[in-house]
């Protein structure tokens, strides 16, 4: 059984975000997939679109900044499913700006989303793991965790926390085979940066920054995903994987 964070868009045909496009292969790969979101008009249409294909799928609203809703959705799993394998920790938000125009509302959310989102995350699932034997645990970081971003420094602050609390709580959980990673995606199309992106400026700037002269995809992420959330990666932990085209190779 899979948890997936901001996974409403999983619909074929539609842009997708990380979350949507790893659930479609984990549930290729027979897993049952939970997709969890706050956009819950969507998450119910993409759950019931991955059902009419024959997948063993359901939606739950899980907002992550949420303690008590974390409890209710891992209780609910477990009733349901007996076992809690693997968590991709993904929910995002983004709001570019400088540092002076930058609220202290808008810091805290970042920050809550991201950072508290999987610190939640990873301390609900944990026992709930350790009791079907070891699983695995992804967590959306960005290239701007890795490296200063010139747009977004809450983003940059808060995606960088994911990072280094993933290789804390890697170290913590190892010997109980439970696996903690993260996935650094460079800048790709997605319903998060749809927006943004398709401006003509701003998609010139992003492909000028990405050596290998394209924006990335969801599956291109997804598939990095899959490598870590599956036994391929079973002696895997603590780990950066950097998807970016080469972008924090410069
Ligand atoms: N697209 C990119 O270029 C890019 C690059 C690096 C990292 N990321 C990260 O990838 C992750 C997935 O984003 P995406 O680009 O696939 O876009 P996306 O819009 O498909 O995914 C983000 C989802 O998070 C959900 N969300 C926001 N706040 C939430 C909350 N409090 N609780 C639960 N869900 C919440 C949104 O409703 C949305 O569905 C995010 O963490 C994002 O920061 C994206």
Known sequence: ????????????????????????????????????????????????????????????????????????VVDAVMAAHGRF???FNNAGISFPMKVEDMTVEIWDRELAVHAKGVFLGTKTAIPAMRKGGGGSIVNTSS?????????????????????????????QYAKENIRIDSVHPGYADTPLTSQRFNDPTVRQVLLDRTPMGRLGTAKDIANGVLFLASDESSWVTGSELVIDGGMTAQ
Do not use: C
Not at 42 to 51: M, T, V
Not at 146 to 156: D, E, I, N, R, W
């Open 85 to 87: 394998d693997i968590l």
């Open 1 to 72: 059984m899979a948890l997936l964070t901001g996974a409403a868009a999983a619909i074929k045909g539609e842009l997708m975000g990380f979350g949507g496009a790893a659930a479609h292969l984990f549930v290729r790969e027979g897993a049952k997939v939970v997709l969890t979101d706050i956009r819950d008009d969507l998450g119910e249409r993409s759950a019931a679109a991955l059902r009419a294909d024959g997948h063993d799928a359901r939606y739950m609203r899980l907002d992550v900044t949420s303690e008590k809703n974390w409890v209710q």
């Open 143 to 171: 290239v701007m965790g890795l490296v200063g971003s010139p747009t977004s420094p809450a983003y940059s602050a808060a995606k960088g926390a994911i990072a280094i609390f993933t290789k804390s709580a890697a170290l």
